[in-house]
């Protein structure tokens, strides 16, 4: 490989959530581990890898010039999305005027919302939900209004097309969240079942906002399919929401994009995100931004996607093989794993807060996956070294599932 994932990168001291923010966030933190155990950052969704070494040298190099004043985004910002998604997700027709600044998905996602519904409004979404989603609804006043994945004969988290169906009938919804690929699920879903979704979405005349984060990190044999690129009425239905930030381990640097084709859309949720002038864009995070589209970002992220694919191999036969009870469906894309733990704690009569305390206390510092509408589920971070992949799982069997 040209690039390194391998060198386990010490980040204590250095700004990360992942290891100094544990025990500071009470219901969602884990817990520091005892002594004589390392920590081993398995819960919030950033990787522990070296991002591609052309993001930092476009940030020093426009950080060399000591003049940080209001500026417009350039026109090497907008080629390289247009090129990227160009090239990465086979896009064709996109123009700089579709393309507009988020300060985070999230709060694109948001923007959305507050742009076509009221708070009271019931809001479609699929459960497992991304716990992003469900607290800043709640936060806004929206009602959620789950459709529940299921697993099908093979294991493979599907939607409930007639649930869907129902529920929007059921609840007069007009605005649905579409997450692509799914988090926590790890689902990269085929071209035949967005279509179906948004044939859903059309009879129902439900706006559609695609949560597509995750779009560059699917794994071994699995390609995005962009929602709005199954036909013209989802391109028009459709407000998409793209980052660099977790493709590169960005986050800290925020900066996010929108593609949203129609004008009308375009223009209400830029009217909402601007209303409070938050939606700005730092100059360094569009310079981040070209920095990671850049042909050496490509080679990088190809071969992320390989580490990130043999870890998950890994990890899938080692849980199913060592740890009797645990359920878990093998994603296809993200690198988050959400493991279904109901059967072994009611095997063992352990609580699902007391099987996360096991883990916490020698170092795996996974996430409560009841959070994610998922209950008696633990979602784990596989995007680190293999080694620490390897050493997280050898703990568990240990001190945790097999004492």
């Known amino acids: ?62 950080a060399k010039h000591p003049l940080y004043g209001y500026f417009n985004p350039s026109d090497e910002y907008f080629d390289a999305i247009i090129r990227w998604q160009r090239d990465r997700n086979d896009v064709t027709g996109l123009t700089r005027d579709a393309i507009g600044y988020e300060n985070g998905v999230l709060g694109g996602v948001i923007s959305a919302v507050t742009a076509f ?13 991304y716990i992003g989603f469900t ?44 997450c692509s690929p799914h988090n926590p699920c ?11 979704a948004m044939e859903i979405y059309r009879r129902n005349d439900c706006m559609v906002i695609s949560d597509e984060i995750w779009s560059d990190l699917t794994l071994h044999g699995y390609r995005h ?17 793209y980052a660099p930030s977790k493709t590169f381990n ?35 995070s569009m310079h981040a931004l070209v920095g990671a589209y850049r042909p050496e970002g490509r080679v990088w992220l190809d071969e992320l996607r390989e580490v990130l694919s043999a870890n998950v191999d890994f990890a899938y036969d080692y849980i199913t093989s060592h740890f009797q009870g645990v359920s878990l469906a093998k994603p296809e894309g993200t690198y988050m794993l959400l493991l279904d733990c109901s059967a072994w704690c009611k095997a063992h009569g352990v609580s699902l ?16 996956g009841s959070q994610f509408n998922a209950p008696y589920s633990i979602r784990m971070n596989l995007a680190l070294p293999a080694s620490r992949v390897r050493e997280a799982l050898e703990r568990l069997d240990r001190y945790v599932f097999n004492v």
């Open 117 to 129: 519904a009221a708070p009271g409004d019931a809001v479609l979404l699929h459960s497992p939900t």
């Open 225 to 241: 399919i962009p929602t709005q690129s199954v036909s013209e009425d989802a391109r028009n239905r459709t407000a998409a929401f």
């Open 250 to 284: 960005l986050a800290g640097l925020v900066g996010s994009y929108h593609i949203i084709y129609n004008k009308y859309l375009r223009d209400r949720i830029t009217a909402k995100s601007s209303k409070s002038h938050y939606n700005a864009m730092n100059v360094l």
């Open 186 to 196: 790890g689902r990269v879903w085929e071209r035949w079942e967005i279509e179906q």
């Open 135 to 178: 607290n800043s609804l709640s936060n806004n006043g929206y009602r959620i209004v789950h459709s529940p994945l299921k697993r099908d004969a093979e294991g493979v988290w599907r939607m409930d097309f007639a649930d869907m169906e129902r529920r929007i009938k059921e609840n007069n919804i007009h605005v649905a969240i579409f």
């Open 353 to 368: 807060s007391g099987l996360e305390k096991r883990g916490w206390d020698v170092g795996v510092a996974w996430q409560d």
């Open 1 to 62: 490989m040209v690039y390194d994932f391998t060198t386990i990168i010490d980040r204590h001291g250095k700004d990360a959530l992942a290891v100094d923010g544990l025990g500071t966030i009470p219901g969602m933190a884990p817990d520091a581990p005892r002594e004589g155990f390392d920590v081993i950052p398995m819960w919030v969704a950033d990787m522990n890898f070296a991002t591609v070494p052309t993001i930092p040298e476009a940030i020093i190099e426009r």
